[in-house]
T-cell receptor, first 112, second 113 residues
Framework: KQEVTQIPAALSVPEGENLVLNCSFTDSAIYNLQWFRQDPGKGLTSLLL?????REQTSGRLNASLDKSSGRSTLYIAASQPGDSATYLCAVIRAAGNKLTFGGGTRVLVKP | GAVVSQHPSRVICKSGTSVKIECRSLDFQATTMFWYRQFPKKSLMLMATSNEGSKATYEQGVEKDKFLINHASLTLSTLTVTSAHPEDSSFYIC?????????FGPGTRLTVT
């Protein structure tokens, strides 16, 4: 059974500092991995999708890496801003069209 | 990107009543949809997989008679919480798979009084 873990569970940084969020999964047989952002009381916003054949994806200040063999992904957010404060979730999928397995999330607070 | 809608976004009901939540894929067809539940400050837990034209597949520990799922068309899945109790209060989110990624609805906040 796939298990996804995110460490740390919570993170507080001053504005401008880079953020590093970790995600690990126990079964390396994944189809892809997605990173999401969730604001309090809101739904999910997809940030980055990394397919199993890829090693990283970038979008603006966000960069996500994937090391499938070791079961790890890292989300980097450069030059953090107060608006980056949210919960970040990673999720893996075993095959196309299948269900997602989510990590517990990392709650991020960026202090101005 | 593809859009998934949910209705209602927020609902308050009394104990013992039933509540129906709709999940629609607006610009694509989905033979499968997923229903998740999220408690405050917790992650998403998959409740069931909704299959168009056939029975839903429920995760272990989810009561199929309490959480009725119907997937009558390629763009609509419904979740009905029957005989709701305060412990059913939660955030319910649906998703539909695209070719590579999952598209999520905005969620429904259910409060049972």
């Amino acid at each position: 059974k796939q298990e996804v873990t995110q460490i740390p569970a919570a993170l507080s940084v001053p504005e401008g500092e880079n953020l590093v969020l970790n995600c690990s999964f126990t079964d390396s047989a994944i189809y892809n991995l997605q990173w999401f952002r969730q604001d309090p009381g809101k739904g999910l916003t997809s940030l980055l999708l990394i397919q199993s054949s890829q090693r990283e994806q970038t979008s603006g200040r966000l960069n996500a890496s994937l090391d499938k063999s070791s079961g790890r992904s890292t989300l980097y957010i450069a030059a953090s801003q107060p608006g980056d404060s949210a919960t970040y979730l990673c999720a893996v999928i075993r095959a196309a069209g299948n269900k997602l397995t989510f990590g517990g999330g990392t709650r991020v607070l960026v202090k101005p | 990107g593809a859009v998934v809608s949910q209705h209602p976004s927020r609902v308050i009901c009394k104990s013992g009543t039933s509540v129906k939540i709709e999940c629609r894929s607006l610009d694509f067809q989905a033979t499968t949809m997923f229903w998740y539940r999220q408690f405050p400050k917790k992650s998403l837990m998959l409740m069931a997989t909704s299959n168009e034209g056939s029975k839903a597949t429920y995760e272990q520990g989810v009561e199929k008679d309490k959480f009725l799922i119907n997937h009558a068309s390629l763009t609509l899945s419904t979740l009905t919480v029957t005989s709701a109790h305060p412990e059913d209060s939660s955030f319910y989110i649906c998703s539909a798979p695209g070719r590579y990624e999952q598209y999520f609805g905005p969620g429904t906040r259910l409060t049972v009084t």
